[in-house]
C-alpha cells in the first residue's frame, strides 16, 4: 500500500520509460517473493533444526569424542596422554572382564526380556476383556513403572538380602537353604532381571493391550463362532495381528537390556566398590564401563568400551531390523496372495 | 578405606546423588562468584564436601556464630568409596569441587600426581602450625616438591573392639585389661585365642577377612608399595607369610564372612555372629551406628581393649584440602585452619569418635579420659592416644585402594566362603593384581 503515492506521482513520465519508483517497487516485490520462496525452501529445515543442533551438541559430539578419547592414552585425573591409536581396543578386547560383562548383560537381557514379555502377553490380553473398574487395573499395571529404578533397586536388595532378605525367609519356610543371591552368578542375575521385569511389565503390557485393542472384534467373534477357544484365539488371530508391535517392544527392550546399569549398581554397594559383586558376578557392560572410567580412571579403555557396546547395540539393531522387514514382507506377501486368491475366485464366479 | 553407613537408606540416597552426578558430568558445588575474599561485612558462601561420620555439623553452627558473614553449605557423602569417586570425577571435569574437600589417606597417593590442581596451604600459613600434627600426619600432606596440600584432621590408630558377654560366655577374660593382656602379641596370638574362642562356641572370631587383612598390610613399614614408590606385592615374602597365616584361620572357620559396611543390617553385631573386630578411631562411631540400626544398644555388650596384634597401626585419618578451582581460597583456608586446631578436633572426636591428628588434642583426651558410655565406659580417647603411639606412615601408592578393594578383596572374600586355599588366593590375587594395576 505505500507504495501507490510514488506510482501516481511517476504517471506524468513518459510511457515505455521505466520510472525508477516502479523499478524500486519490482525489486521490492522481486525480494518479498524469492523471501517468500526462501521461506518455502528454508523454513521446514528450520523447523527441524532444533533437534538436529540438540542433537549434535548432545549426540554426535561426544560420539565422535568419545572416539577422539578412545584413541589416546586418558587417565582421569592427568587428562590427555599419547596417541595410542587402536591400542586401548585391543586391551579391552583382550579382557576376560569385558567379555564377562557381555555374557552377564546379555544373560541378564534374556532373564527379563522372555518372562517379560509372556507376563505382558498374557496381562494384556486378561486387561483386553470386559473387565469390571478398567481403567483402575490399566492404570495400576503402569504403576511399578513410576518408581525410579534406584528406588526398585532399594527394595529389592533388601528382598534379595542374602542373611534375613524376605525371599530366603520364605523360601527358608518350605526348607530351601537360603540363596546366595549376591555371590552366585545365575542367583543374581534372576534377583536383578526381577528388577527389571518388576519395573517393564507394565509398561509394556500397556503398549501390547493398545495393539490389541486395534484387532478387530468380528475377527474374534466370527473365530468364536466358527468354534475357537480363548487360547486358540489368542494363538491363532491376536498374536498374529500384533507382531509388529511385538518387534517394536522388543527392540525398546534389548537397546534398554544392553545398557542396564542402575540396578546392578546398587546391588550391592559398597562390595568391591559397586562394581558388581566381589567377582564381577553380575558386572554389566555398562557398570564395567563406569568402573574403567570412575573407579580405575582409565578414559581412554572406558572410551573403548563405549564405543564397542556402541557396535554391539548397533549389530543386534541390524538384526532385529532384518528380522521386522522379513515379517512385514511377509505380512504384504500374505495379504496380496489372499487378495489374489479372492479375486480369481471372484473372476471364476463371474464366468 | 574410611567408610560407614548410617542407615542403608541414607546411604543409598546418597551413593544415587553421587551416580547422579557421574551419570550428568554435572557439577553442583560451585563457590559464589562475586564475593570478595576477606569479606569486609560481604556475605561469603563456603562450600565443604566430607564423607562418613566426619561430626562437623555443630563447628559449622559454631563457626558461622563466630563469623556472621560467612555461610557454609555443607555436603556429605555417604562412604569414602563414594566421596573418592566424586572427587575424582571432578578433577577430571575440572570443575564442580566444593571450597573445601576432604580427602582420605588411602587415596592420597593419586592425589599427589595432581597435587598442583590444590592450594599450596603454605602461602596460608599452615608451616607456622606444622608442629601442631603428628609429624608422619603433616608428612602425608606434603607434595615431592614440598608443597603442603591438606590440614590433618584426624588419624585412625587401631585398636581391638571386642563384645564381653561373648567373651564369657566363652570362659575367656571379659574385661578390658584381661582382653588387652590375652591378646598381647603378634597375629598368631590373636589367631590362636580366635581357635580356642571357635572350638567353644562354634562361632566366628571376626566378621571377614578384608579389614585384618586391611590392618596387618598397614602396619608393616612398607605395604603394598615399596617406600620409593615401585609395586611391593609379588615376590613379598613377608606379606605372603601374613596372607597364610590369616588364610589358615579364616578357612578354619574363624571369619563370620560378613558383607563388610552391611553387617547384614546391623544384625550380626548384635546376635553374637562375632566377637572382635578390627576398630580404628572412626570405627566406633560406624560400630555404634550399625549396632543400633541391628536394634543392639550399649547393653549389647561391645567394649574397647588397649591393644592391637602385632604392634600400632594405623588405618585412614583425612586432610581438608582447597581446589585451585575455588573462588574463596582465603575464606576457606581460614575455615579449615579452625576446624582442625585441636580445640575443634576434640569436639569433633565427641561427635564421632574420630581420632585428633594434633598432639595436643591428644594430650588432652589422654589426660582427661572421658568414659565412653556405649562401649562399657571405656575411656576410648585415652587408649587411642596409646595405640597412636609408634604409628609409622606407610607410603601409599596411587592403586593402594584399588588393590586393597579389588585385587584382595574378591580372593579373600572367596576364603571367608571356603571356595579357595590360600595357594589359589594368592594366585588369583596376582593375576588381578597384573589386570588391574599397570
Known sequence: MTDTLPRTAAAGDAPGTPSPADANGRTRRRRRWSLSRLDMAASPYLYIAPFFVLFAVTGLFPLVYTLVVSLHDWPLLQGQGDFVGL??????????????????????????????????????????????????????????????????????????????????????????????????????????????????????????????????????????????????????????????????VIITATIGGLQIFAEPRLFDVSNAGGIGGSQRQFQTTVLYLWEMAFFRGDFGRAAAIAWLLFLLIVAIGLVNFAISRRIASVETARISRRAQRRLAAHQGGTR | MRLSRATSAASIAAGTAVLALVASGCATDTATGPNEPGGNGKQIELTITTFGTFGYEALYEEYMDLNPNVRIVANNIDTGGNARTDVFTKLGAGSGLSDIVALEEGWLGSIMEVSDRFVDLREYGIEDRGSDWVDWKYQQATDPDGRVIGYGTDIGPEGICFNGPLFEEAGLPSDREGVAELLDGGWDRYFEVGADYLAETGRAWYDHSGFVWNAMVNQLDEGYYTSSGELNVEGNAELRARFDQLAEATLSGQSAAQSAWDWNGGQSFVDGTFATFICPGWMLGVLQGNTEAGGGSADTGWDFADVFPGGAANWGGAFLAIPETSNNKEEAAKLADWLTQPEQQIKQFEAAGTFPSTLEAQQELAANPIPNAFFNDAPVGEILAGRAEGVIAQFKGPDDSLIQENVFGPPLQALDRGEMTADEAWAEALQLLNELVD
Not at chain 1, 210 to 217: D, I, L, N
Request: charge should be neutral; avoid cysteine.
Open chain 1, 87 to 248: 591400542e586401548n581396543f585391543a586391551t579391552v578386547l583382550g579382557d576376560r572382564f569385558f567379555w564377562n560383562s557381555i555374557g552377564n548383560t546379555l544373560s541378564i537381557f534374556l532373564l527379563s526380556t522372555i518372562p517379560q514379555l509372556a507376563v505382558a502377553l498374557v496381562l494384556a490380553s486378561i486387561l483386553d476383556q470386559h473387565l469390571k473398574a478398567r481403567t483402575f487395573w490399566r492404570m495400576s499395571v503402569l504403576l511399578p513403572y513410576v518408581v525410579t529404578p534406584v528406588a526398585v533397586a532399594l527394595i529389592f536388595t533388601n528382598v534379595f538380602n542374602e542373611q534375613s532378605g524376605l525371599v530366603n525367609n520364605l523360601i527358608g519356610l518350605v526348607g530351601i537353604d537360603p540363596i546366595q543371591w549376591k555371590n552366585d552368578v545365575l542367583a543374581s542375575h534372576v534377583a536383578i532381571a526381577t528388577m527389571v521385569n518388576w519395573r517393564w511389565t507394565g509398561y509394556n503390557t500397556l503398549i501390547l493391550l493398545a495393539a490389541m485393542q486395534a484387532v478387530p472384534r468380528d475377527l474374534h467373534e466370527s473365530a468364536a463362532i466358527d468354534g475357537a477357544g480363548a487360547a486358540r484365539r489368542f494363538f491363532s488371530i491376536t498374536i498374529p495381528s500384533i507382531r509388529p508391535t511385538v518387534i517394536f
